[in-house]
């Protein structure tokens, strides 16, 4: 059977070139072409990466072009050092690029696994490990570069939450471990989130009130802020600690609006109005 690792991929100009000039999706060289969007999928082309190779992905897994076994070999192939690890730990480079977009394609076949269940059980629960660990260890949070386009880490991996948390075979126990560790990526404190960071992380973490886990767990959460800033507050630079504030209260915001119009979680606006005021 053919495989991505037996393929050669194309250099990084000749792959924009034939993405550009092709007229439809090229079945006799899929293989060459999905490989070697994979290896320039972070490319610090804005053109390539983003319009390019992204758009070509959601075109193909969207579109029920790409057979279920090359897709599971390519999510496999995304968990590895040289996609969603590439660099993880450095901050201002172009590695984000690779992670924030293997995040995307993540979310992308994913999806389709929510569509079509072809994943298996033990394939979702690694992704499951494997993205808890990367929004861990994400340490370059910008969101638009100049001249580069969009690396925004934190919303690209929000999305592919997204599709875990409605994936069948996530279970009730991996909820609240799933909020968790979204609810962890509002509390930064050497960057404030300016484009929008704060909205993509909120859902997931509807979804997952929505997939069962108990509001009260949240509203711990929210009521748990005041706490969380009080304690900050004599351990960081002042200019820190701003920065803290600033993205918790943005969020919050952002929480209180886009729950305004659901009356079973009115205890948890309520709770989100009182900490805002107290905050």
């Known amino acids: 059977m053919a495989s991505l690792n037996t393929v050669v991929p194309?250099?990084?100009?000749?792959?924009?070139?034939?993405?550009?000039?092709?007229?439809?999706?090229?079945?006799?060289?899929?293989?060459?072409?999905?490989?070697?969007?994979?290896?320039?999928?972070g490319s610090p082309d804005g053109e390539?990466?983003?319009?390019?190779?992204?758009?070509?992905?959601?075109?193909?897994?969207?579109?029920?072009?790409?057979?279920?076994?090359?897709?599971?070999?390519m999510l496999k192939s995304c968990l590895?050092?040289?996609?969603?690890?590439?660099?993880?730990?450095?901050?201002?480079?172009?590695?984000?690029?690779t992670r924030s977009f293997t995040s995307l394609l993540i979310a992308l076949i994913l999806h389709s696994d929510n569509q079509k269940d072809f994943l298996s059980r033990e394939l979702i629960f690694e992704v499951k490990d494997q993205l808890i660990s990367y929004i861990t260890l994400e340490k370059d949070l910008r969101g638009f570069v100049v001249d580069k386009g969009w690396a925004h880490s934190i919303a690209h991996i929000a999305d592919a939450f997204d599709e875990l948390t409605k994936n069948k075979k996530i279970t009730a126990d991996d909820y609240e471990e799933l909020a968790n560790v979204l609810w962890k990526k509002i509390f930064i404190t050497d960057y404030i989130y300016i484009h929008d960071e704060e909205e993509r992380i909120l859902i997931p973490l509807l979804e997952t009130l929505k997939q069962g886990l108990p509001y009260e767990v949240m509203q711990g959460f929210v009521e748990n802020i005041p706490v969380e800033l009080e304690g900050q507050?004599?351990?960081?630079?002042?200019?820190?600690?701003?920065?803290?504030?600033?993205?918790?209260?943005?969020?919050?915001?952002?929480?209180?609006?886009?729950?305004?119009?659901?009356?079973?979680?009115?205890?948890?606006?309520?709770s989100i109005g009182a900490c805002l005021s107290e905050i």
């Open 10 to 41: 194309l250099e990084a100009n000749l792959l924009k070139k034939t993405l550009i000039d092709k007229q439809g999706w090229d079945k006799e060289n899929e293989l060459v072409l999905i490989k070697s969007m994979m290896v320039h999928i």
């Open 48 to 73: 390539l990466r983003d319009r390019l190779i992204y758009g070509a992905f959601c075109d193909l897994v969207l579109g029920d072009e790409i057979e279920a076994n090359i897709l599971s070999e």
């Open 80 to 97: 590895n050092e040289q996609m969603l690890f590439k660099g993880i730990g450095e901050s201002g480079t172009d590695s984000v690029f």
């Open 233 to 270: 507050k004599g351990q960081l630079a002042e200019e820190n600690y701003w920065y803290l504030y600033a993205n918790c209260k943005k969020f919050l915001k952002s929480f209180y609006v886009e729950i305004d119009n659901d009356p079973d979680l009115l205890p948890l606006q309520k």
